[in-house]
């Protein structure tokens, strides 16, 4: 089953991408190619199982077993020892990636509170969009009386637009709520 962004890509924003831009053929238009999701861990964490749990919370958010990263050099000032446990991440691409984006836009970004669209400045030169989730909650995923700890999210969304212009456009024509 095709998500609802993706059959939006093709209908809507391909065509206007390409008209809009002056792309000969469809490959030459931006798309979507990948999705990272990462949440941070407190390396000076006294519970053992402390890891474990963020990472199955995180592969009920994303559909995906993730994998956990560690340091790379030890850090005194964070009292950091090299090859501790640091964060866990996700790559999505493929059905799961748009599965994804169909949650987060339609059901996740409007639960935030407060939420007043995107920032333009948070997609970068490249047309890649970065955005920081200070609550992982508002996913559908998540049941409140579950929630002991609120963790924050970082998602990358990674696109093949070469320009901060065309990959805003691609981010508006999928229906991405940026600020007025």
């Known amino acids: 089953m095709k998500s609802i962004l993706f059959k939006k890509y ?3 924003a391909l065509p206007l991408l ?7 053929n469809n490959l ?4 979507i190619e990948k999705v990272s999701v990462n949440i941070g861990i407190n390396a000076r ?3 053992s199982n402390y890891a474990d749990n963020v990472e199955d919370l995180l592969a009920k958010i994303t559909g995906q077993k993730p994998i956990k990263t560690k340091a790379k050099k030890a850090i005194s000032a964070f009292k950091i ?3 501790l446990v640091v964060g866990v991440k996700t790559t999505l691409r493929g059905q799961r990636m748009y599965d994804f984006l169909d949650k987060l836009v339609l059901v996740a ?10 920032d ?3 997609v970068d030169g490249q047309g890649n969009l970065n955005l920081g989730i ?3 909650n508002v996913f559908p995923e998540i049941k409140s009386d579950e929630v002991e700890r609120i963790y924050g999210l970082e998602i990358s969304i990674t696109t093949s637009a070469k320009t901060c212009e065309a990959g805003l456009e691609l981010f508006k024509a999928l229906g991405f709520p940026f600020k007025k």
């Open 28 to 31: 030459a238009v931006p798309k």
């Open 10 to 12: 093709q209908k809507e």
């Open 134 to 136: 200070k609550e992982h």
């Open 18 to 24: 390409k008209e809009k831009f002056g792309y000969k």
């Open 109 to 118: 970004l409007p639960r935030i509170r407060d939420f007043r669209g995107l």
């Open 120 to 122: 333009v400045k948070s």
């Open 81 to 83: 020892r090299q090859g």
């Open 45 to 47: 964490s006294s519970e």
